[in-house]
């Protein structure tokens, strides 16, 4: 056999188009946007142009997506005479019917040009406006963590431990729909992901408390938590309170700190991973913050404070992640007060909690980021290549069989229905081979394949009946070549292996730039 290799070169790639439709305030909470700028940051790292519409969106929390370099587009507001109760559970938070909005939105992606990739958080939109984007957009992500209405999208994200998950949107989205299903598809910003490179081994003992309950907090269970906590205060016990801009209660509770030497507010920071991982209990919500303390390995007392969180709540109790003590409503300063003595009473259950907290963070598929830049078809000229999936099983074997790519494969036989069935389950499964399919006016020209280690990726290529001898191999290596640049910034280093006997290959390669190395020893050992 003949390894050829290549360097990936620098070259100008396709930016893709991500629209967001989010939108947050104090009713709301701000953690549907928080969660969608982390997902930008992503996409932006990967040369994604971002979009953000919003109807009901402060002025603070504009301001943060203009500083972080996306291009925005404010809906305009209407009286609540004009907001619709009909549909989802929260209709009226979108602040419009969902026929207005659903056409608001389709005139600014008009405007922009149309979208490769929709994302959608928000409680009041389902299948409905879903539906009515269809045309303007390729694909359509929503995130959700509620479960409460029908979808019409290609991507789901709720990011929710539940016990049984993939239970959760049996019949609300497509059979084809891809489900990004718990904690450890996080959208977790860049900040914990750098703290989590330097955790310190937790000890169980609790020397400081991080209180937060989210950026918005209207009924102020941080300062309800704070007045529970005052015996503890004025020894060894120090305590962060974080609030967003949005908290109505900063005057008092900047007063109460300020009496108070070892309690410290923080105002809508951006040391939040920090705090967090420099404190050895956490009192809060299991909203999204859950999964940040988790990335932490931070132990928590939580209460309930909305519908939506009681089942997660409920699960990460018995998966002894946190301390439940139910509804906010009914929870005393004194339960509050005998909570925190109870960890610090037990430091190894205190312990326990935070490696269980650690191991729920284990990601079980590519990083949705991952998933939404590769899954769309990427042009290149007049090619258009897009990954493979189950429904291409049979054209795919069919291809696969044809006796001039049998010749020249590594395996000549012909391949068995069964295990071409199990080859693909496994290629699709595997986030570092890559499967895709590419066309030529609405017709199939080829298959290319791209299996990575490390900064080096393997390339297989053949080419569909029909398609010989019309130039569609080079075109096809330089489609990949130019997907390889948008898709795997990682890999610089292009490999193919080739059959001795293959001239017609051999040929294909060096014409586009692969160099010719050797041929390699290989011995077996007797056994």
Request: proline share 5%.
């Amino acid at each position: 056999m003949t390894l050829q290799a290549v360097d990936v070169l620098p070259a100008q790639t396709m930016a893709r188009r991500f629209v967001f439709r989010v939108d947050a305030s104090t009713e709301m909470g701000i953690g549907h946007l928080m969660r969608c700028l982390t997902l930008a940051g992503r996409l932006h790292a990967r040369a994604g142009h971002i979009h953000f519409i919003t109807r009901l969106l402060p002025d603070v929390l504009r301001a943060q997506v203009l500083a972080a370099g996306y291009e925005m587009h404010q809906l305009p507001r209407r009286s609540q005479d004009g907001v619709s109760s009909e549909g989802p559970a929260h209709a009226a938070w979108l602040g419009a019917s969902w026929q207005e909005d659903a056409r608001q939105t389709t005139e600014v992606i008009a405007d922009i040009g149309g979208a490769d990739v929709l994302v959608v958080d928000h409680y009041a939109i389902d299948r409905r406006w879903e539906q009515c984007l269809r045309e303007q957009v390729r694909w359509i992500c929503v995130i959700d963590d509620l479960a409460d209405r029908p979808h019409d999208c290609d991507v789901l994200l709720d990011q929710n431990y539940f016990l049984t998950p993939e239970l959760r949107y049996q019949g609300l989205v497509p059979s084809e729909c891809r489900l990004l299903l718990g904690p450890g598809q996080s959208l977790l910003r860049e900040e914990f992901r750098r703290e989590q490179k330097r955790l310190r081994q937790r000890d169980g003992q609790i020397r400081r408390v991080l209180i937060f309950y989210g950026g918005a907090d209207p009924d102020n269970l941080t300062g309800f938590t704070l007045n529970a906590l005052k015996p503890f205060m004025g020894g060894e016990l120090e305590i962060d309170i974080a609030v967003g801009a949005l908290n109505p209660h900063i005057a008092s509770l900047s007063d109460f700190c300020s009496g108070q030497p070892l309690c410290h507010l923080h105002v809508q920071t951006d040391r939040m991973a920090e705090l967090m991982a420099a404190a050895d209990l956490a009192f809060g919500a299991c909203g999204t913050a859950s999964w940040e303390r988790c990335a932490m390995g931070l132990p928590a007392i939580v209460m309930v404070f909305a519908h939506n969180q009681l089942a997660p709540t409920r699960a990460l109790a018995e998966a002894g992640v946190v301390l439940n003590l139910g509804d906010a409503a009914s929870v005393s300063a004194a339960d509050l007060a005998d909570a925190l003595q109870q960890l610090r009473d037990n430091p190894v259950r205190c312990k326990d909690m935070a490696e269980r907290a650690l191991a729920l963070m284990q990601a079980t598929d590519a990083p949705i980021e991952e998933i939404l830049s590769g899954c769309l078809p990427f042009s290149f000229g007049d090619l258009l290549l897009r990954p493979a999936n189950q429904s291409d099983a049979a054209d795919l074997l069919m291809w696969r069989n044809q006796p001039e790519v049998r010749d020249n494969s590594r395996t000549s036989d012909v391949i068995d229905p069964e295990q071409h069935v199990r080859w693909l389950s496994g290629v699709l499964a595997d986030p570092d081979r890559h499967l895709l399919i590419a066309r030529r006016s609405g017709k199939p020209v080829g298959v290319l394949r791209l299996d990575e280690d490390g900064h080096v990726g393997e390339v297989s290529i053949y080419l569909c009946p029909g398609a010989y001898g019309q130039g569609n191999g080079s075109a096809l290596l330089r489609a990949l070549e130019a997907w390889v640049l948008a898709n795997r910034p990682a890999v610089t280093h292009l490999l193919a292996e080739v059959l001795d006997g293959n001239v017609v290959s051999h040929q294909l390669f060096r014409k586009n730039g692969y160099v010719w190395l050797s041929t390699h020893y290989e011995k077996r050992i007797p056994r």
